[in-house]
């Protein structure tokens, strides 16, 4: 290509480079940020993985906290988790995902759904400790679930429910008007149309957000300390599938607990340096499990746009 | 698209007894209706189907539609045309009762089908029951994510057929009708949205025609096609006069002249004039009428 010589050209082509600039002065800015952003989670995480190398290991994984730092495991703190998780996912994902389809689509555009829908706002800006006093009284005391899976459940289910309002909100939103009207023009009811067709094409929306609301739980520790979970935990709870009839119980429910961050907390507060590698190694382990839920998340919205593109 | 053949030159528009006529120069290129005579007797001596009467529509204190009065003849095709906002396509939503959906909206008049004697708009009747006997098809393509069997199946499970043959018969039958069955007859699991725009668009009619409605709705069905999906569509038009009663929201007067019966030219919301198409285009008795149509405005 010759590059043209008229003074027009000359002047055009002056002009357009300068105003070029910028985007490629915003493309610098932008990278600049983003990479600091991605770099600070990166050497975080690697500098747990490096503080608590020497403790990775099957051991770690099915050994019980232990007054000798280098015997304590992390066992009865991941199945904490994982049982608290569960009850939590069992609550907030039907409490959550009902609320929404009926203020989305149910609810009647007036001032009492416009105070409501500000609310559950509001809700996700709550400070985490206050649902766990909340939790104290109400759950702990009133309802006299005591210091149990149960309450830790239901706490952490209270706290992510806005989250997954909202997002439950956002992906019956993105369901096209003319697809609703396709299934009225049919003769479908409201509930029909909600069921059949609003519902099941926006599972991968209500999925994501409920992952990314889970992944918020699990970390939480400020609730779950509040509602009086042990630090020091040297049994599981009773396993929710046994080999006798009926084969399922809900005792594990009642059972006391702990959980990753607090078994973090408890390891990370002793003055013994041994223990800080446990703290570090369980550290490097519940950011993984996060960072695992997160690209869950992705992979299911990906799937589900790629499966349905409007 | 009218072809070689059809577009003759421009020519006086009174004499409508030549039957090569009516042929009119408008702003949008050449209009040709060609007269049957047997389909224009059938067509006059067709029963009623539906009548409007008074029907004036309000969005809040908006009036939309303005006491608008008008003949709907059985297995006849019935255009609705005029400009932008004039309102046709509200008017076709009181058919079905689509407007029940937003809030804030009444009818007053009537819209009695026949021979059933029922008032599709009276506050005592169920919307949902008018949607079940009068189909729709929308201007933009808009199948279910679901498999082309589920799209075309989805009405009649709805109204409550459960046998798993008799859904398959009425699911071909609708298929064929709509000119769509050899296509897709060998992938009937792949999902609706994998077919091309005008295959879309024939899978929405084969999907509102399952239920047997007494009335198809059609609201611009060719405006998001290219003219080769249109043809086909125009086509299909054409036979399914044979079985159901039709009315066609169309900005495309080549379209309302090939396709229809019947014509109603509305403007703001008022029924300005309503004929027989090949009156309408050729001889219209309104000027509004004959401005719009020779392109004048719209």
């Known amino acids: 290509m010759v590059a043209a010589t008229g003074v027009v050209s000359e002047q055009l082509r002056r002009d357009v480079q300068r105003r070029k600039l910028f985007d490629r002065l915003f493309v610098l800015l932008g990278m600049t940020v983003m990479f600091a952003a991605l770099a600070t989670l990166a050497i975080l995480f690697l500098d747990l993985v490096r503080d608590g190398a020497p403790r990775f290991g099957w051991d770690f994984f099915t050994s019980f906290p232990s007054r000798n730092a280098g015997r304590a495991g992390i066992l009865s703190a991941w199945v904490g988790t994982s049982l608290v998780m569960l009850v939590t996912v069992a609550v907030a994902m039907p409490v959550g995902v009902a609320a929404a389809i009926y203020l989305e689509e149910y609810a009647p555009k007036n001032w009492f759904t416009a105070i409501l829908e500000i609310n559950v706002t509001n809700l996700a800006g709550v400070p985490s400790i206050i649902y766990g006093l909340l939790a104290l009284g109400l759950f702990v005391y009133q309802f006299n679930l005591g210091h149990s899976i149960a309450a830790a459940g239901l706490t952490l289910a209270l706290l992510i429910l806005p989250i997954v309002i909202v997002a439950t909100r956002e992906a019956l939103r993105a369901v096209p008007r003319s697809i609703r009207e396709a299934a009225y023009a049919l003769g479908a009811t409201h509930w029909e149309v909600t069921a059949h067709h609003v519902l099941p094409y926006s599972t991968g929306g209500i999925l994501t957000g409920m992952i990314i609301g889970l992944s918020r739980a699990i970390g939480e520790t400020a609730p779950i300390i509040t509602i009086g979970a042990l630090a020091f935990i040297a049994f599981l709870p009773t396993p929710p599938i046994g080999s006798e009839y009926p084969y399922v119980n809900f005792t594990w429910l009642s ?56 | 698209m009218p072809t070689e053949a059809e577009s003759t030159p421009f020519m006086p528009a009174t004499d409508t007894d030549t039957g090569i006529l009516p042929i009119r120069e408008s702003g949008r290129g050449t209009l040709h209706v060609s007269i049957d005579e047997a389909r224009r007797n059938v067509a006059q001596n067709a029963p009623i189907k539906a009548r409007a009467e008074g029907l004036s529509f309000y969005y809040g204190d908006f009036q939309a539609l303005k006491s608008l009065s008008i003949e709907i003849r059985e297995k006849q095709v019935t255009a609705l045309i005029g400009p932008s906002g004039c309102g046709k396509s509200t008017f076709l939503r009181c058919f079905n009762r689509m407007h029940d ?66 859904i398959e018969e009425e699911v071909e039958k609708a298929l064929r009708n709509a000119a769509l069955w050899d296509e897709v007859k ?70 309302a002249a090939r396709v229809s019966d019947y014509t109603a030219f509305m403007y703001i919301g008022e029924l300005i004039e309503f004929d027989e198409t090949s009156k309408i285009f050729t001889n219209p008795s309104q000027k509004a009428t004959e401005d719009y149509i020779t392109g004048r405005y719209g």
């Open chain 1, 255 to 310: 059972d006391p607990f702990t959980v990753m961050p607090i078994q973090m907390f408890n390891w990370v507060s002793r003055p013994d340096p041994a223990f800080q590698v446990n703290a570090a190694a369980a550290g490097a382990i519940l950011l993984g499990m996060t960072l695992l839920m997160n690209g869950i998340a992705i992979y299911v919205r990906y799937r589900y746009r790629k499966k349905i593109n409007w």
């Open chain 2, 101 to 166: 959906l937003t809030p804030g909206t009444r009818y007053e008049g009537s819209i009695t089908l026949y021979p059933d004697n029922v008032d599709l708009v009276a506050r005592s009747v169920d919307p949902i029951e008018v949607r079940m006997r009068i189909g729709m098809v929308f201007q933009k393509p808009n199948p279910f994510p679901k498999t082309i069997f589920e799209n075309v199946a989805y009405g009649l499970r709805v109204s409550g057929m459960r046998s798993r043959l008799r």
């Open chain 2, 186 to 255: 060998d992938r009937m699991d792949s999902s609706g949205l994998s077919l091309s725009g005008g295959q879309q668009q024939r899978l929405c009619i084969a999907r509102a025609l399952a239920t047997n409605p007494e009335i198809l709705l059609f609201d611009e069905p060719t405006s998001a096609l290219d003219p080769i999906a249109t043809a086909r569509i125009e086509e299909l038009i054409a036979t399914l006069r044979e079985q159901v009663t039709v009315i066609i929201v169309t900005h495309n007067m080549q379209q």
